[in-house]
């Protein structure tokens, strides 16, 4: 399904057809466009009084808040609650947080949205590369001694591991190794690859890989790899068990005295988790994240920018938002369902008679540089200017954050800074506006509170290009959508501007 032929194209937020619409419950005016609220808390239809619900993109809904009367005994903390629209559109839906509080004859609650449900914290490792985050296997939290490990020196860098032995002194006896391991706490390895490259043609030992659970469990082989090599080759395998360390030794396979220096280097190392594509996009990562926490992904449209590596340790629904912020599309939540795809809906509204804004211009840039890391662990920079540029003659730069990882291509840094620098440098602004009659693409009159975030508002009296919906507030008679960038207001503001003089033609006499 796509974002085109599925319901959330024309309503993002309907409910199933089939569903019995609940009794109303509140009525109410805007714009002389009536609209009837519903309430239902457990699937059962309840009045609510002074309820204000707070929807956001990249999110969904986040806070509803009401009084009920005193009789809807059935109103408990995890209990689910909805906000519909008489047609049976979904303006709200996520579960009680706690018991509500009774005071003065009713009882007070609060909702939050279903997407807490993504805010968990653990490991998600798609692919992780460079020798970052390798340690040596005798070393604390492994500690795998073994006898004959003193007769290796090694050496690891954020691209590389690195073997050096003999010098015709130390005699090798048979099983004497050693070597790195590394450790996905809280994930699970599937399959590496990487390039091995020896100094010359050595018969005497191998390259062992072995999995194990860690820090340090016992190993199982998982194949040998001969080092009888005169150019770099690619060594790569599907691991037999889901474990979540690998660990990577030389080992003698016959007792010998090296005449000379013995070099081995492991470089451009590709550990893989869930995933064992290296094709592996945007999209793929955001249904990956909506069915580990049981979301409905039917509605993740297909995006098929390239996001690996990525080894994510951080909060999930953060990584919603990197993918949304790499992709510039926004995710949503509505109930059980998880979607993703671009800004579309866009819906019309006159500030001199249907809206009352509150907005500020934002910075507008030319250039954006995207700051990324070379396995090697060198800084590098992916630059894109603007196709319409609105400063002919000057430079006005923004730098972004640091892109995840590290990365031998430029191809994603180059497609984030191609996809950020156009809407940066278009007029944008912040702040809100209150909505009493909006427009549908076919210039009929409707609703405020068919308005959902993710969505465009066109303001044409404004001069401004129609401007992205990051959040809406409805209340009871007053809908309020917030046009805030999404990025951090005090990191939008740092940016470098670099005057450069317009060349002058010299006057011919």
């Known amino acids: 399904m796509t974002w085109a032929d599925s319901t959330w194209a024309a309503n993002p937020w309907a409910v199933d057809a089939g569903a019995p619409p609940p009794p109303a419950a509140v009525s109410v005016v805007l714009g002389r466009r009536p609209a009837t609220i519903h309430a239902t808390i457990d699937g059962r239809p309840v009045r609510i009084d002074g309820w204000a619900a707070e929807t956001a993109a990249n999110f969904g809904p986040r806070t509803f808040t009401g ?15 909805d906000l519909w629209l008489d047609d049976q559109e979904h303006l709200w839906s996520g579960v009680l947080v706690a018991d509500p509080q009774t005071s003065g004859g009713v009882r007070r609650f609060k909702a939050q949205g279903w997407a807490e449900d993504l805010a968990v914290n653990t490991r998600l490792l798609y692919r992780h590369d460079g020798a970052e985050g390798f340690a040596d296997r005798n070393s604390d939290p492994h500690d795998y001694d073994t006898p004959g490990e003193e007769k290796f020196d090694l050496e690891a860098d954020r691209g590389t591991l690195k073997w050096k032995f003999g010098n015709g002194a130390d005699n090798f006896g048979v099983d004497n190794r050693n070597g790195f391991a590394f450790w996905a706490e809280g994930a699970t390895l599937t399959r590496y690859e990487f390039e091995c490259t020896a100094n010359q043609s050595i018969t005497n030992f191998d390259l062992y890989t072995r999995t194990g659970t860690g820090p340090s469990g016992g ?35 016959s007792g010998v005295t090296p005449t000379g220096r013995r070099r081995v280097t492991v470089r451009k190392i590709k550990i893989y988790g869930r995933t064992t594509d290296d094709a592996f996009s945007a999209s793929d990562v955001v249904a990956d994240v909506g069915a580990e926490a049981g979301f409905n992904t039917a509605l993740v449209e297909t995006n098929p920018l390239g996001v690996l590596p990525l080894d994510w340790t951080d909060d999930h629904t953060a990584l ?15 109930g059980r369902e998880l979607a993703f795809g671009p800004w579309a809906r866009t819906w019309t509204a006159y500030l001199d008679t249907d809206a009352v804004g509150d907005l500020e211009p934002l910075p ?48 994603l840094p180059s497609a984030y800074a191609a996809t950020l620098v156009e809407r940066m440098s278009t007029r944008r602004v912040a702040g809100s506006v209150s909505l009493g009659r909006v ?13 959902k975030p993710g969505d465009l508002l066109n303001l044409p009296d404004s001069g401004l290009p129609p401007q992205r919906i990051q959040a809406v507030t409805y209340r009871s008679g007053e809908v309020t959508a917030n046009l805030s960038e999404d990025d951090d207001p005090a990191r939008m503001l740092v940016y470098i501007r670099a005057h450069q003089r317009r060349p002058r033609r010299r006057k011919r006499r």
């Open 67 to 81: 009084e009920i009367p005193l009789a809807c005994t059935w109103a408990m903390q995890e209990t689910p609650v």
């Open 219 to 253: 190993l199982t082989l998982e194949i040998t790899h001969g080092l009888a090599i005169t150019s770099p080759v690619t060594r790569q395998r599907n691991l037999t068990a889901a474990e979540d360390m690998l660990v990577i030794d030389v080992v003698a396979n």
């Open 320 to 334: 919603l938002d990197y993918m949304a912020e790499l992709t510039d599309w926004r995710w949503l939540t509505m």
């Open 364 to 411: 507008r840039v030319n250039r954006v540089r995207v700051p990324y890391r070379a396995p090697s662990g060198v800084l590098r920079h992916a630059v894109a200017d603007a196709t319409d540029d609105p400063f002919p003659g000057q430079t006005v730069t923004y730098t972004a954050d640091e892109l995840e990882g590290t990365h031998s291509l430029d191809d």
């Open 439 to 451: 427009y549908d693409d076919r210039g009929a009159p409707r609703s405020p509170y068919t308005v």
